[in-house]
């Protein structure tokens, strides 16, 4: 099982940006897909972006494609998510996900291992 924590959420006006960052414990990181889902009050877990456990493959949301971008440092045992151009609609609590492939990655409702989540408020 791994262990995950997410960080660097905030308050940030629209058209800035934001760096979150998924810290992972546990069993070996580098064998894991990762992903981020995004989750706004009364609205559903949605699907943000994912990267295969080389990060050589990544994988994005049409709403965000274009302005995020997903990475990985297996040596430090974390994924990110840089987000820039933010808008208000991208305000939401963002969660990292941890699986076994980017199937598991890239849809909410599969088996996996989730942070607790890091919230973050674009204003206008």
């Known amino acids: 099982q791994v262990q995950l924590v997410e960080s660097g959420g905030g308050l940030v006006q629209a058209g800035g940006s934001l760096r979150l960052s998924c810290a992972a414990s546990?069993?070996?990181?580098?064998?894991?897909?990762m992903g981020w889902f995004r989750q706004a009050p009364g609205k559903g877990r949605e699907f943000v972006a994912a990267?295969?456990?080389?990060?050589?493959?990544?994988y994005y949301a049409d709403s965000v494609k274009g302005r995020f971008t997903i990475s990985r440092d297996n040596a430090k045992n974390t994924v990110y998510l840089q987000m820039n151009s933010l808008k208000p609609e991208d305000t939401a609590v963002y969660y990292c996900?941890?699986?076994?492939?980017?199937?598991?990655?890239?849809?909410?409702?599969?088996?996996?291992?989730w942070g607790q989540g890091t919230q973050v408020t674009v204003s206008s």
């Open positions: 996900k941890a699986g076994d492939n980017i199937m598991v990655v890239t849809t909410a409702q599969s088996s996996g291992s």
């Open positions: 546990g069993r070996t990181f580098s064998s894991y897909a």
């Open positions: 990267i295969s456990w080389s990060g050589g493959n990544t």
